[in-house]
């Protein structure tokens, strides 16, 4: 298990680098422990119902042909860090990859990759970074993009400004990196809807279903950020707001469920940050599909749909499920998909005035 | 070629007349004469073989030149100069002027040439292309004669244009050839160049000099003993053709079946002989010369079920690893090489033994695929490399095994050159070009086994090349990041980048480090692909 860091971000980089200094003093090879960030090295709580990491680390030497770039990659992710600390400036996750892209010793030898492989490598790094120092990327002074949109009856002060939440036209507001320091002023909201996909929200907010149910609605569109993720569970967890999710009837749409509710294996080192284990699933059910006549949109699996509905069914998480095993079997009967995108087929706001409006007040949902 | 060719000359008598040009003609291309090309290097071939021969059987150490040039377009000269024992005046016109006539075809000895094919083939080709007579000067020690001779083509008999005789005060011997003949001269792969080159490899203890079109080369010798004489052995009966077995009988001195089958093979006793005759239903004191040709069928037949032991592999002379780890050296600069000489065995009653040189690193060519060298009898083999013995037995090998990368079905690849010998009193070649080695399993197996004998001796030493050169990349890849990890840490952990940087190069030149392991799995699972970024 990670450690939470008490000691401030500035002191804990430069223990980190005195040790490796240390062994490099002693003549020895310099390496990090890393904890490995896969679904063999996590685990399951069913007491908090949240994925935890497991305590399995790989050594990542400096001086071992197979280690050497990403140990670079890692200790110069360290290093721009330390000097925004120092600095107290933030950047962003793409700023970090041009920052390594240029190198700290100007010796121009490649420590990541050319375009979005590279990219890939500096996000890495940093995420070995937080997992090494127990400290959030934010803590590190290194934001990720501003993403999704919110609208809803709640009125929030974030950096001295007041943002009324019902006042955000048509595209809403959008949800920062770090949203530790937003303050909730006025919530008139009873509930919050999630969804991955923009289209439902722009539906919904054309609909204007936050003020005619009084709710929160939020669309990520992809898997949620983190932004997204803390926002929530602090809407859960200070406001007391039930969480409705939206998503597809597929193993994908179901997963995006499980991130939220129980944490994703990636990021098991901070679940209690980001799950929201009082999340529900409000999104299509195989009984959706049969109750409002969508078999007739049914896309069919591909073989790797299939093989990853095998795998979610299979996770630790869903095993003692009765209600979602029971969706399993029946999607795998189906041996296809059915996208919310479908309902309007019932009419353009059959999402807004009945789906949700019926769900809800029948609590038909999944937990 | 002397008390031989005495006895090959009796037996020739026998021969019944061919039409020569006909069967000349008709043969072209299994000669070796089937495009301009090819002809011009068979002609220097047959003529340097014959010298190499002779010299060797001679006990004398090989002085060779070769000497190739264009006289007119697509028309060249080629003279070859040996220093070997030379022909008595008398043989001369015989020896050159009438095919299969030769002093090898009826014995079993491992030799270069075998049918009397050889020097005659190629006088008779120069004549029908360009209708000049061969000039031969030959001298045993004496006097010295120098005569013009063409080959009646219908009679197949020399014809004498021009005979002179000189006196010899150095005591000069040896054999001067030369004719003129169509041709078309290239240098690389398949040339009178890579022949030679190959020749000298085969043979360290000969001195080559090659005054071609493009200038002179000389093929320096390496060492200064001559192989031991290889021994000639009677046929074993398991393995005579039922051709060979027919003229056998034909010109056999012995009285009756049971005194040819005893007489003129090896290994055949009163009693085997008496089984033999048995099983063929044939009456032991039937005179030889009177078998019809079926009854020569069930000869044959019965001389292959009855049992016998194997036939003497004393008969055999190879190179030696000696000799053949100096001469792939001489010719390849290799930096290392390593021979595999095998124990003789047999393949269809024919005694043969194989030997292997493998050669690496040095001059030899980085990234590519193993240079392959054949030879059969010493005789570099240069065509038909697809269909040959020894190809197979190389892809058959698994080389992975020795440090070398191999797809499956292909030679190696690597700094790596191949040599084989293969030697026997009776080559099987594919073809009377002889190019390729006929691929019997006991044959291609013994290859094998040389390779793979020798891929392990090879293998040690390639392996610490391999580790030194891949211990080189690793310091170089260190060495590159260095920089960047001492400012990288020195700005972490606020100390001194200098000092940092020489720490790191202690432990990089105490070169423990660079000794790595594999990275344990720090590999994100497979589940986070939907997770990419948050």
């Excluded at chain 2, 009826?106 to 020097?119: D, E, I, V």
Aim: with cysteine.
């Amino acid at each position: 298990m990670v450690k939470k860091t008490e000691m401030n971000p500035k002191s804990k980089l430069r223990e980190i680098g005195l040790n490796l200094v240390n062994y490099i003093k002693k003549g020895e090879n310099p390496f990090l422990d890393i904890p490995i960030r896969a679904l063999s090295n996590v685990i399951f709580d069913p007491h908090t119902n949240l994925i935890k990491m497991g305590d399995k680390t790989a050594k990542r030497y400096l001086f071992n042909v197979a280690h050497i770039r990403k140990f670079v990659q890692t200790i110069d992710a360290a290093a721009i860090s330390k000097r925004l600390l120092e600095e107290n400036k933030h950047v962003s996750l793409r700023q970090v990859y041009y920052m390594m892209k240029g190198t700290l010793s100007g010796s121009g030898v490649e420590v990541v990759s050319d375009g979005d492989e590279g990219q890939t490598e500096s996000n890495k790094a940093v995420e070995d970074l937080e997992l090494i120092t127990g400290l959030t990327r934010e803590q590190l002074n290194i934001n990720a993009k501003k993403l999704g949109s919110v609208a809803g009856k709640v009125i929030i002060e974030d950096g001295g400004d007041t943002i009324d939440w019902s006042k955000q036209g048509s595209g809403g507001w959008s949800v920062p990196s770090n949203v530790e320091n937003i303050k909730f002023k006025k919530v008139n909201a009873k509930f919050v809807l999630y969804m991955e996909k923009d289209a439902i929200w722009e539906r919904l907010n054309e609909d204007k279903v936050w003020n005619k149910l009084d709710c929160v609605i939020i669309a990520s569109q992809g898997q949620a950020t983190r932004g997204i993720r803390r926002l929530l569970q602090r809407m859960s967890d200070e406001l007391r707001l039930p969480i409705y999710v939206l998503a597809d009837f597929d193993p994908w749409g179901f997963y995006i469920y499980s991130v939220l509710k129980f944490g994703s294996i990636a990021l098991s080192h901070i679940s209690d940050r980001l799950a929201i284990p009082k999340a529900h699933y409000l999104g299509l059910t195989a009984d959706d599909v049969e109750k409002y006549e969508l078999t007739k949109y049914v896309i069919k699996f591909k073989d790797v749909d299939i093989k990853r509905l095998k795998e979610v069914s299979e996770y630790e998480w869903f095993k003692n499920r009765k209600e979602w095993q029971r969706q399993f079997q029946l999607m795998n009967k189906i041996k296809g998909k059915v996208e919310l995108d479908a309902l309007v087929t019932k009419g353009v706001s059959f999402i807004s005035e009945k789906y949700i409006p019926e769900k809800i007040k029948s609590v038909d949902v999944l937990n | 070629m002397t008390e031989q060719t005495v006895i090959a000359e009796e037996l020739a008598k026998q021969l019944r007349a061919v039409s020569v040009a006909e069967f000349f003609e008709k043969n072209r291309h299994l000669l070796g004469y089937e495009n301009p090309t090819k002809a011009l290097i068979t002609i220097v071939k047959e003529f340097t073989d014959n010298a190499l021969d002779a010299a060797e059987e001679a006990r004398i150490l090989p002085d060779i030149k070769v000497v190739v040039k264009e006289v007119a377009p697509d028309r060249f000269k080629v003279r070859v100069e040996d220093n070997g024992p030379g022909i008595v005046e008398e043989k001369l016109p015989l020896a050159f002027g009438k095919l299969l006539y030769g002093s090898k075809f009826h014995r079993l000895k491992m030799s270069r040439g075998t049918q009397g094919l050889g020097a005659s083939g190629g006088i008779l080709y120069a004549q029908l292309t360009t209708g000049r007579p061969a000039k031969i000067i030959s001298s045993t020690g004496k006097e010295i004669h120098e005569i013009e001779l063409m080959i009646d083509v219908s009679k197949n008999e020399p014809k004498i244009i021009s005979h002179k005789e000189e006196k010899n005060p150095n005591k000069w011997h040896g054999i001067k050839i030369e004719v003129e003949a169509e041709g078309r001269y290239i240098e690389g792969k398949q040339s009178i160049l890579e022949y030679l080159k190959q020749t000298a490899m085969s043979n360290p203890y000969a001195k080559i000099v090659y005054d071609g079109p493009n200038g002179k080369v000389e093929f320096e010798r390496a060492v200064k003993e001559l192989p031991p004489l290889p021994k000639e052995i009677k046929p074993h009966p398991y393995g005579v053709e039922i051709g060979l077995l027919r003229r056998m009988l034909e010109i056999t001195n012995a009285r009756n079946l049971i005194g040819f089958l005893t007489g003129d093979f090896s290994r055949v006793g009163r009693s085997s002989a008496l089984q033999i005759c048995k099983l063929a239903k044939l009456d032991c004191n039937k005179k030889p010369n009177e078998l019809t040709h079926g009854e020569i069928e069930l000869l044959h037949k019965a001389m292959q079920m009855v049992k016998l032991i194997g036939p003497p592999t004393d008969c055999l002379s190879p190179l030696g690893e000696k000799l053949l780890e100096e001469g792939l050296k001489k010719e390849t600069k290799a930096e290392f090489v390593v021979a595999v000489t095998r124990s003789p065995t047999v393949y269809r009653g024919n005694p043969f033994l194989v030997e292997v040189c493998l050669g690496f690193g040095g001059e030899l060519p980085q990234d590519q695929t193993a240079q392959l060298f054949r030879f059969a009898n010493k005789v570099p083999l240069l065509y038909h490399a697809g269909d040959c013995a020894t190809t197979e037995a190389v892809i058959e090998t698994d080389w992975r095994r020795y440090g070398f990368s191999q797809s499956s079905g292909q030679l190696p690849q690597g700094q790596l050159a191949i040599l084989i010998h293969f030697a026997s009193v009776w080559v099987p070649y594919t073809s009377e070009g002889k190019q390729a080695i006929a691929s019997y399993p006991e044959i291609v197996k013994e290859i094998k086994l040389a390779l793979q004998e020798a891929g392990r001796k090879l293998a040690t030493y390639v392996r610490h090349k391999n580790i030194e050169r891949e211990r080189a990349l690793r310091q170089n890849l260190f060495e590159r990041y260095l920089p960047e990890v001492s400012a990288a840490l020195s700005e972490i952990s606020e100390t001194p980048r200098n000092s940092i940087e020489i720490n790191l190069k202690k432990i990089l030149n105490k070169g423990k480090v660079i000794e790595s392991v594999k990275e344990e799995g720090i590999e994100d699972g497979e589940e986070n692909r939907n997770e990419s970024e948050e």
